[in-house]
């Protein structure tokens, strides 16, 4: 499935439809340390657990997700509202990876990242996991760790903002760990249960993460593009694929790209790449976030890949441009 991704740095898990034929449950594993936000990671269990409930297993048969707590030495872990989260000690009944491991955040990680054992584990197991999520502080254990060397895929994504706002940081958190718990049920088990496990952990926010075909089925061709379009806008700070731009319109693949090219004179990749380049801008000119942070919520990927669209577009680096925008707002 192609995969409208400006990020090179980072590996998309590229998915297939769900099977008819239940296999054996896919390993959830969420790490957990001190200080952790609660709303993230309880978020992520409540969206696996729940597509659990609403799948339809019968008795005797496993439902889709096993999900697990873990920490470095188990027991309980106390999160930053004080809440604490009984978890199991890493150890070699999870040395065979994961479906998807999550890592959190919270001030425990910062010495976690310095902590040997943790990484040499975590080393090991990133050669057996086929999705890694991140969020918050959990990226610096990651990057402890260093990547895998192997060439499995391999999603490292950030999820949650470094915003010093406690609320928005918390709201901001549960918004990214459910929209990426929707995006691995709806490659397991389908965009239908995923919607429904949005209707119910995220009521109002399924139609906009979790499109399905049937939606939009007497608009215009023109219509459904443009539909598709405000989709991928609202979508843009993460991985956009074509399949699910093409769904959100009801088109096949291949009509799509040519039907989009046609209505919007320019192809779908080049289009998100207008849009995160607006949004980049607008942050740039409007706030002080370094250059890292604003990549990663336009989702261009990193400082680095944004300077080079920026030079290869505009001729001039973020910084450049964010002080040729300050003058002439001055002026």
């Given at each position: 499935?192609?995969?409208?991704?400006?990020?090179?740095?980072?590996?998309?898990?590229?998915?297939?439809?769900?099977?008819?034929?239940?296999?054996?449950?896919?390993?959830?594993?969420?790490?957990?340390?001190?200080?952790?936000w609660?709303?993230?990671?309880?978020?992520?269990?409540?969206?696996?657990?729940?597509?659990?409930?609403?799948?339809?297993?019968?008795?005797?048969?496993?439902?889709?997700?096993?999900?697990?707590?873990?920490?470095?030495?188990?027991?309980?872990?106390?999160?930053?509202?004080?809440?604490?989260?009984?978890?199991?000690?890493?150890?070699?009944?999870?040395?065979s990876?994961f479906?998807?491991?999550?890592?959190?955040?919270?001030?425990?990680?910062?010495?976690?990242?310095r902590?040997?054992?943790?990484l040499?584990?975590?080393?090991?197991?990133?050669?057996?996991?086929?999705?890694?999520?991140t969020?918050?502080?959990?990226?610096?254990?990651?990057?402890?760790?260093?990547?895998?060397?192997?060439?499995?895929?391999?999603?490292?994504?950030?999820?949650?903002?470094?915003?010093?706002?406690?609320?928005?940081?918390?709201?901001?958190?549960?918004?990214?760990?459910?929209?990426s718990?929707?995006?691995?049920?709806?490659?397991?088990?389908?965009?239908?249960?995923?919607?429904?496990?949005?209707?119910?952990?995220?009521?109002?926010?399924?139609?906009?993460?979790?499109?399905?075909?049937?939606?939009?089925?007497?608009?215009?061709?023109?219509?459904?593009?443009?539909?598709?379009?405000?989709?991928?806008?609202?979508?843009?700070?993460?991985?956009?694929?074509?399949?699910?731009?093409?769904?959100?319109?009801?088109?096949?693949?291949?009509?799509?790209?040519?039907r989009?090219?046609?209505?919007?004179?320019?192809?779908?990749?080049?289009?998100?790449?207008?849009?995160?380049?607006?949004?980049?801008?607008?942050?740039?000119?409007?706030?002080?976030?370094?250059?890292?942070?604003?990549?990663?919520?336009?989702?261009?990927?990193?400082?680095?890949?944004?300077?080079?669209?920026?030079?290869?577009?505009?001729?001039?680096?973020?910084?450049?441009?964010?002080?040729?925008?300050?003058?002439?707002?001055?002026?």
């Amino acid at each position: 499935m192609p995969h409208m991704h400006l990020d090179t740095a980072r590996i998309t898990w590229l998915h297939t439809p769900a099977l008819n034929v239940r296999s054996a449950a896919r390993r959830i594993g969420v790490l957990l340390f001190d200080g952790f936000w609660l709303l993230g990671p309880g978020t992520v269990v409540e969206m696996f657990q729940t597509a659990n409930e609403l799948s339809g297993s019968r008795a005797g048969e496993e439902p889709p997700y096993e999900v697990q707590f873990l920490s470095m030495d188990g027991g309980s872990v106390a999160s930053s509202s004080s809440a604490r989260i009984w978890t199991d000690r890493i150890d070699t009944r999870y040395g065979s990876g994961f479906d998807v491991l999550f890592i959190a955040g919270g001030y425990g990680a910062l010495e976690a990242a310095r902590d040997e054992r943790l990484l040499g584990w975590l080393r090991s197991v990133q050669t057996r996991t086929r999705a890694i999520e991140t969020i918050g502080e959990g990226r610096l254990v990651l990057e402890a760790a260093g990547p895998a060397e192997h060439d499995g895929p391999q999603v490292n994504r950030y999820l949650g903002s470094a915003t010093t706002d406690a609320a928005r940081n918390a709201a901001n958190d549960r918004n990214d760990c459910a929209r990426s718990a929707l995006m691995f049920i709806k490659r397991d088990l389908g965009a239908e249960l995923a919607r429904s496990v949005a209707d119910r952990v995220m009521p109002g926010m399924a139609a906009t993460w979790v499109p399905l075909p049937a939606e939009g089925g007497t608009l215009s061709v023109a219509e459904k593009i443009r539909a598709a379009a405000r989709w991928m806008e609202s979508n843009c700070d993460r991985p956009v694929s074509v399949a699910d731009a093409a769904q959100v319109a009801a088109m096949s693949e291949r009509n799509f790209l040519r039907r989009f090219k046609h209505e919007m004179q320019l192809t779908p990749s080049d289009y998100l790449l207008q849009v995160r380049l607006r949004i980049a801008c607008n942050f740039l000119t409007e706030t002080e976030l370094p250059v890292d942070k604003i990549a990663r919520r336009s989702g261009t990927g990193n400082g680095d890949r944004l300077a080079k669209i920026f030079r290869k577009r505009m001729a001039l680096s973020p910084t450049e441009y964010r002080a040729r925008s300050r003058v002439a707002t001055e002026a």
